[in-house]
């Protein structure tokens, strides 16, 4: 019998929480899995700081010992098929690369890095084959990709199961089940036939669901990245027993994130600070020495002549500032245009990182004037990465 144990988008470099997190669930899952699997954005950019890079592989070589150790004294053997090679590996941590992480043909990203090293075995393309006391696993995988390319790619590398084995996908995309306002993302009838577990990353909350006859799992981030109300749910990884098919999502010890919305009626600034310390008080209380991550909407209207953003809360961080990591948001109705762009910014900023999102738009621009540039990926990625000489011989040539 073999236990796997699914985490994903532990996003190294994002805040002290991301590491500490990380670590956490990388030692609860090591312990209890024969194979831990990773489904993208381990880190949060594309060229992450070398300060980010070198504690991710201190604490990836940690747990790769560990589970080494475990894998010789039970047993289990991997090996890996890549463009009809087999070698025989002895990495018990298997990865793909995210959206966060990936980069354009001919870069290298940072999940070939530590698979150069040794420390994780990338399925990007390939597939892991786990045996242990005669039972077979094949895991493989496709790296995260921009929305509009997902089904071209997907369909070109022909993912197949493994015959006499149990089959599993990992990728890390937007599924337009879960995201219905996605209008280009591929959804679950898209993915290859015939595995028996579905992994997604990209996805920050957990979730299991069966869609389109596949089952599938989001093991969903380690560390809050969006303080979206979603967010609040217990984050961790799943632990799936092979023989059983069981399941079982398995929390970790993280930060607090408490997300509450106040709604006033022509309210003065003095109610809304007042308003805003009761219920932060109440907050403070219920995390003692927990420096939850506090987001508090402020909606509803105010008072005639008071303005939105002459209200200053600047008293009120500073009171709270030992207790919590504090974020306070002015939704009031009639916002002025300011504050809807500040809005607007960070919900696109959600989505994709600013870079992505203006590549984006240029792509859609250029599509729109059926510009000879139109649909041309590798220009779009080339200059996302800001790769200027490869741009401009990219121009020179057409
Ligand atoms: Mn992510």
Same mark, same amino acid.
């Given at each position: 019998?073999?236990?796997?144990?699914?985490?994903?988008?532990?996003h190294?470099g994002y805040g002290e929480d991301a590491?500490?997190?990380?670590?956490?669930?990388?030692?609860?899952?090591?312990?209890?899995?024969?194979?831990?699997?990773?489904?993208?954005?381990?880190?949060?950019?594309?060229?992450?700081?070398?300060?980010?890079?070198?504690?991710?592989?201190?604490?990836?070589?940690?747990?790769?010992?560990?589970?080494?150790?475990?894998?010789?004294?039970?047993?289990?053997?991997?090996?890996?098929?890549?463009?009809?090679?087999?070698?025989?590996?002895?990495?018990?941590?298997?990865?793909?690369?995210?959206?966060?992480?990936?980069?354009?043909?001919?870069?290298?990203?940072?999940?070939?890095?530590?698979?150069?090293?040794?420390?994780?075995?990338?399925?990007?393309?390939?597939?892991?084959?786990?045996?242990?006391?005669?039972?077979?696993?094949?895991?493989?995988?496709?790296?995260?990709?921009?929305?509009?390319?997902?089904?071209?790619?997907?369909?070109?590398?022909?993912?197949?199961?493994?015959?006499?084995?149990?089959?599993?996908?990992?990728?890390?995309?937007?599924?337009?089940?879960?995201?219905?306002?996605?209008?280009?993302?591929?959804?679950?009838?898209?993915?290859?036939?015939?595995?028996?577990?579905?992994?997604?990353?990209? *996805?920050?909350?957990?979730?299991?669901?069966?869609?389109?006859?596949?089952? *599938?799992?989001?093991?969903?981030?380690?560390v809050?990245t969006?303080?979206?109300?979603?967010?609040?749910?217990?984050?961790?990884?799943?632990?799936?027993?092979?023989?059983?098919?069981?399941?079982?999502?398995?929390?970790?010890?993280?930060?607090?994130?408490?997300?509450?919305?106040?709604?006033?009626?022509?309210?003065?600034?003095?109610?809304?600070?007042?308003?805003?310390?009761?219920?932060?008080?109440?907050?403070?209380?219920?995390?003692?020495?927990?420096?939850?991550?506090?987001?508090?909407?402020?909606?509803?209207?105010?008072?005639?002549?008071?303005?939105?953003?002459?209200?200053?809360?600047?008293?009120?961080?500073?009171?709270?500032?030992?207790?919590?990591?504090?974020? *306070?948001?002015?939704?009031?109705?009639?916002?002025?245009?300011?504050?809807?762009?500040?809005?607007?910014?960070?919900?696109?900023?959600?989505?994709?990182?600013?870079?992505?999102?203006?590549?984006?738009?240029?792509?859609?621009?250029?599509?729109?004037?059926?510009?000879?540039?139109?649909?041309?990926?590798?220009?779009?990625?080339?200059?996302?990465?800001?790769?200027?000489?490869?741009?401009?011989?990219?121009?020179?040539?057409?």
């Amino acid at each position: 019998m073999l236990k796997i144990a699914f985490a994903s988008d532990f996003h190294f470099g994002y805040g002290e929480d991301a590491l500490a997190q990380a670590a956490e669930a990388l030692r609860k899952a090591g312990d209890e899995a024969d194979v831990v699997v990773l489904a993208g954005d381990l880190f949060d950019s594309r060229v992450p700081r070398q300060e980010v890079i070198h504690d991710a592989i201190k604490l990836l070589s940690e747990h790769k010992a560990k589970m080494q150790e475990k894998a010789v004294s039970s047993g289990v053997k991997v090996r890996l098929l890549q463009d009809g090679e087999e070698s025989v590996q002895s990495v018990p941590i298997i990865a793909i690369y995210g959206t966060h992480e990936r980069r354009t043909k001919g870069l290298v990203n940072v999940i070939q890095i530590l698979h150069s090293a040794g420390l994780v075995l990338n399925v990007h393309a390939a597939t892991a084959l786990i045996e242990k006391d005669g039972e077979k696993v094949a895991i493989q995988g496709m790296g995260g990709m921009p929305d509009e390319f997902v089904k071209r790619a997907m369909d070109a590398m022909d993912f197949k199961p493994v015959e006499g084995a149990v089959n599993i996908f990992v990728f890390h995309q937007t599924l337009k089940e879960l995201i219905p306002a996605a209008t280009e993302c591929i959804g679950a009838a898209d993915l290859p036939k015939g595995f028996d577990l579905y992994v997604d990353g990209h *996805i920050h909350w957990a979730q299991e669901f069966t869609e389109s006859g596949k089952h *599938i799992i989001l093991p969903g981030s380690t560390v809050i990245t969006q303080m979206k109300p979603k967010e609040m749910a217990p984050k961790g990884y799943y632990l799936y027993d092979t023989a059983s098919r069981q399941l079982v999502f398995k929390p970790i010890r993280t930060r607090p994130f408490v997300y509450e919305e106040l709604t006033f009626k022509e309210a003065g600034s003095a109610d809304v600070e007042a308003s805003c310390r009761a219920k932060l008080k109440e907050i403070a209380a219920a995390h003692a020495g927990r420096q939850p991550l506090v987001r508090l909407k402020l909606a509803g209207t105010l008072a005639k002549g008071v303005s939105a953003s002459a209200l200053d809360f600047r008293g009120l961080e500073a009171e709270f500032a030992d207790q919590m990591q504090l974020f *306070i948001e002015k939704e009031f109705e009639g916002a002025e245009l300011k504050e809807k762009i500040e809005a607007l910014r960070k919900a696109r900023g959600e989505q994709a990182s600013l870079r992505d999102a203006g590549v984006s738009l240029l792509r859609e621009r250029l599509e729109a004037r059926a510009s000879p540039f139109a649909g041309d990926e590798e220009l779009f990625s080339l200059l996302a990465e800001g790769e200027a000489e490869a741009v401009l011989k990219r121009l020179l040539k057409k």
